[in-house]
């Protein structure tokens, strides 16, 4: 078990390295469902050079947590992964095992049921010898997809208004679409930030054969 490009992702049409990619730009976004076309050639070029899609998605991850600590008039996108994909060629075990913490973590947690089912899943995959750590990042953008899209509208809102106070001045001369980006955007990073370890690096890490960790 450990990660590899495969023909699965890179050569068939509705490509599945795209598709993974995008969804989970769009969970640390929001926003539409698409790559730009410097973006797609970006991830092609990545793909070509050995570049792993769960390494691809961690180094998104890393891009997205930085642009919480450093605010940003532009949003998300696929070129802010480039400085941090450097970082995970190799994958190193968390200091407390994701699966133990997970089990801690959702007694008394508005999202318990969840993440209870986010740990089954990852359980039986790792369980899966032949399981594509890729899957595992699935199932970690299902559980955040979830948790955003099951807030109820005054929670979205409170979350929003936050994100709003936090973008502050950045947000003046922008576009309506821009803002609204931008302040989806911020407001998913504040709910990921309760979480914070919960992230591709520590599912990453479940696959890794441990002669490999770093």
């Not at 070509?48 to 890393?62: C, E, N, Y």
């Not at 990852?122 to 299902?142: F, H, I, K, Q, Y």
Request: net charge neutral; charged share 25%.
């Amino acid at each position: 078990m450990g990660e590899a490009v495969t023909q699965r992702e890179t050569g068939q049409s509705g490509d599945l390295a795209v598709d993974r990619v995008v969804q989970h730009l769009v969970m640390l976004r929001g926003g539409g469902a698409f790559l730009s076309s410097r973006d797609s050639l970006q991830l092609v070029t990545w793909l070509d050079d050995g570049h792993t899609v769960p390494s691809i998605l961690d180094a998104l991850d890393r891009a997205a947590e930085a642009r919480r600590v450093r605010r940003s008039r532009v949003p998300l996108a696929l070129k802010h992964a480039k400085r941090h994909l450097k970082s995970t060629g190799r994958v190193a075990a968390p200091s407390d095992p994701l699966l133990e913490q997970l089990l801690t973590n959702a007694s008394g947690d508005v999202h318990r049921e969840a993440l209870l089912h986010l740990r089954q899943r990852l359980v039986g995959l790792c369980e899966d010898r032949s399981a594509d750590p890729a899957e595992g990042v699935d199932a970690l953008r299902m559980f955040f997809e979830e948790a955003w899209n099951g807030q109820s509208a005054s929670k979205r809102a409170v979350l929003l208004t936050e994100a709003e106070h936090t973008l502050g001045d950045l947000l003046s001369g922008l576009d309506t679409s821009t803002c609204s980006t931008l302040l989806e955007e911020t407001a998913r990073s504040r709910l990921r930030a309760g979480y914070p370890w919960l992230t591709v690096a520590a599912v990453r890490s479940l696959f890794q054969p441990t002669e490999d960790r770093v």
